[in-house]
DNA sequence: AAGCCGGGGTA
DNA sequence: TACCCAGGCTT
């Protein structure tokens, strides 16, 4: 480190050694190929390090590379995802390995142009991936980075808009070692996530502070700046259980939106008479009569990022009528439960009977 | 640019 | 309760 070098503002000759003591030993950081890197990645997005762990283990016992991903079933690949959330992100996974698999021989494409036609492959993780398993100069702009670029550069203006992420970007490649370009973003990952972190930065122990114009200033409590979200809307929903010969009805959800193409006990938006008469209508749609016991079994609250459920459960019991061939609904028997991929909630309701 | 899309840990 | 997390897709 020069006198030149400090005055230029390039710290990353610092990152790189504290990251040399202090890198954290995670499951994907053995046995690098781009597929485990692709994997992890997917996994990590809005997610927590601890949360995914145990997800990555099984994931990768099950399905250890691009063929046997590629091979599997869509209910197999939710089935393995199911409590981890965002599943769009096994879906376009399961697609996108799929036509690696067809279109590129089961090798990663090593170049950003086509990696970013890949579904589920943004910006970040593509920059991960190039920069991890291929050791392209790729910059790889996640939380973590908006977070500590902007308390670094004083940066008091949104870290969620388009364009301070644009001025962030370019920062970093300014600073991105070509050399050791994924060990720079693993670095800048594991200080946002141990010292550079949201709500009380442990400054005392930055390997960065005598860079960073935020705790100069004494601005680092009040970086980075966020906009405000809006209140999140309570739907009150009305669910069914019924049971019959041992086995349940089911419905598959559409295979868009929330919680898309996994299994539910049949359910409407609604309360009261007005829902148990919506929630008839529904079933008789497909063929069936029914009529519920008066008592629910039980109410349940779940929280999304973007709305609440309240969800009361009702015992339903079979009148009269046939099934309709409808692949959306299905019987399960009870003592399989374990094969399908739950929506949320929903898995919870199973314990209950 | 803004909304949609999960679930859990944390203060 | 509110915030935030190794974001991407859709409108």
């Known amino acids: ?44 997005q809005q997610t927590k390090v601890e949360a995914v762990r145990p997800y990555y283990d099984s994931w990768m016992e099950r399905f250890p590379d691009i063929k046997s991903l590629a091979d599997a079933s869509q209910d197999e690949v939710l089935r393995q995802w199911q409590g981890l959330g965002y599943y769009s992100r ?3 996974l399961h697609e996108a390995v799929c036509e690696v698999q067809s279109q590129y021989k089961g090798i990663v494409p090593d170049n950003k142009d086509a990696i970013l ?14 920069s991890i398993a ?10 973590n980075v908006l977070r500590i670029f902007s308390r670094l550069y004083n940066i008091e203006e949104n870290i969620l808009s388009a364009a301070v992420k644009k001025k962030i970007t370019a920062l970093v490649q300014e600073q991105l070692p070509k050399d050791a370009p994924g060990d720079f973003n ?25 860079f960073c114009l935020a705790k100069a200033t004494g601005k680092e409590a009040q970086i980075p700046i966020r906009t405000v979200k809006k209140n999140i809307p309570i739907e009150e929903i009305l669910v069914v259980v019924i049971e019959q010969d041992t086995s349940w009805l089911l419905h598959r959800r559409p295979d868009t939106g929330l919680l ?3 299994w539910e006990f049949p359910n409407v938006e609604g309360e009261g008479a007005e829902g148990r008469r919506k929630l008839q209508e529904v079933l ?38 046939n099934l309709k061939t409808e ?13 399908i991929p739950w929506a949320g909630p929903h898995g919870k309701i199973t314990a209950w009977q």
């Open 260 to 262: 898309a193409s996994m």
């Open 1 to 44: 480190m020069t006198q030149k070098d400090f005055d230029n503002k390039i710290w990353y000759p610092v990152l790189l050694d504290w990251f040399s003591v202090h890198r954290r030993a995670l499951p994907w950081r053995e046995n690098r190929t781009p597929y485990t890197v692709w994997v992890s990645e997917i996994m990590l």
């Open 134 to 143: 291929y050791g392209q100069p790729e910059a790889a702009v996640d939380g």
């Open 327 to 339: 692949e959306e609904w299905q019987w399960l028997p009870k003592n399989r439960y374990t094969e």
């Open 90 to 92: 096994a879906r376009n």
């Open 117 to 130: 036609k890949l579904k589920g492959i943004g910006e970040y993780t593509a920059g991960a991936i190039l």
């Open 186 to 210: 693993e670095a800048l990952m594991d200080l946002g996530a141990s010292i550079c972190i949201p709500k009380h930065p442990r400054c005392q122990v930055c390997p960065l502070i005598s």
């Open 284 to 321: 008789a749609d497909i063929g069936y009569q029914i009529n519920f016991e008066d008592t629910p079994q039980g109410t349940l609250r779940h929280v999304f990022s973007h709305k609440i459920w309240h969800m009361t459960v009702l015992k339903g019991r079979l009148v009269s009528g």
